[in-house]
């Protein structure tokens, strides 16, 4: 039986390679601390227990193709406080942020592209961008110098005909990078300057009054896809300053906005891989 060269290009996912090694080891007895998935620690609020107990639609039907209305309103109310207001046409649901970030990759790959990704990362990117016939470009990073990677003269060596575009997680997944103001206005820049386009999921944008999106440097004619995950915030303490998303407004205010892509999921990352051979 022959399979699509693009999947089998992907290799096995590492998460999913090390699930069985993790119940092996807790069958015999050993503590396993699980790296692989970024679990919330938030406590679920009890109006969403409530009103699954309290449904009683009779048929399950498919929702509408841009998302449930009320769904669509609550996210829209949700940017209005951090002062973000967007159209209801402006809001796609998507099924988790894989599926965002899929459909972004999708949307800007083809066969032979490139994208440069700084490494480590989360693993899952390898096959978004594999079934999409393109390949990762890693930006290399080491422990010596704390994973850092956002350097002019590390980045633009990489960028060829070939390269559609960086995508970068901030703070950093697994490693927990932030990047400064300089070196997202750099990445900007270089993004500018070679017509690409800059992905920034910053779905592990959690510490308050700190953590500042990359959005913010973006200037006139910046191609950027942005992702976000409200779900993954200290929600005692989120206010408009809180974390990435609520500085989009200020930047990207009157530019053409393609779409917006509500992200409800975040993953860990390669960790796992690791944690399986030491078990």
């Given amino acids: ?5 693009k999947v089998e290009k992907c290799g096995q996912s590492p998460m999913r390679k090390f699930h069985p090694y993790a119940v092996a080891a807790k069958a015999r007895g050993i503590k396993v601390y699980h790296l692989n998935i970024g679990q919330p620690d938030v406590q679920t609020p009890p109006a969403f227990f409530e009103a699954i107990r309290k449904f009683e639609q009779p048929v399950l039907e498919y929702a509408p ?11 829209k109310g949700y940017y209005d406080k951090l002062d973000m207001h967007f159209d209801k046409s402006e809001i796609y649901i998507t099924t988790g942020g894989s599926e965002a970030l899929a459909i972004t ?10 994208i440069l990704i700084p490494e480590p990362f989360y693993p899952n990117y ?8 393109a390949s990762i470009t890693p930006i290399p990073t080491c422990p010596e110098e704390g994973y850092h990677y956002a350097e002019r003269e ?10 559609r575009a960086i995508m970068v997680t901030n703070p950093g997944n697994p490693t927990g990078v ?15 300057k070679h017509d690409l386009f800059l992905i920034c999921d910053e779905a592990q944008n959690l510490t308050p009054n700190e953590v500042k999106t990359i959005i913010t440097r973006a200037g006139e004619g910046t191609k950027m896809v942005f992702t976000g995950d409200i779900f993954q915030i200290d929600q005692p303490y989120l206010d408009q300053w809180s974390n990435g998303l609520s500085h989009l407004n200020e930047k990207m205010d009157g530019q053409k906005l393609f779409e917006h892509i509500f992200l409800k999921i975040g993953e860990r990352s390669e960790l796992s891989d690791i944690a399986s051979r030491l078990l």
């Fill in 65 to 75: 193709s841009p998302g449930i209305p009320e769904l669509i309103d609550a996210i």
């Fill in 178 to 192: 932030v990047l400064t103001d300089d070196e997202m206005k750099m990445l900007v820049d270089l993004a500018k």
């Fill in 105 to 114: 990759l999708q949307c800007i790959l083809d066969d032979g592209d490139e």
């Fill in 1 to 5: 039986m022959k399979f699509s060269s």
């Fill in 154 to 163: 590390k980045i633009e060596p990489l960028i060829n005909e070939h390269t």
């Fill in 126 to 133: 390898n096959t978004m961008v594999r079934t999409c016939g």
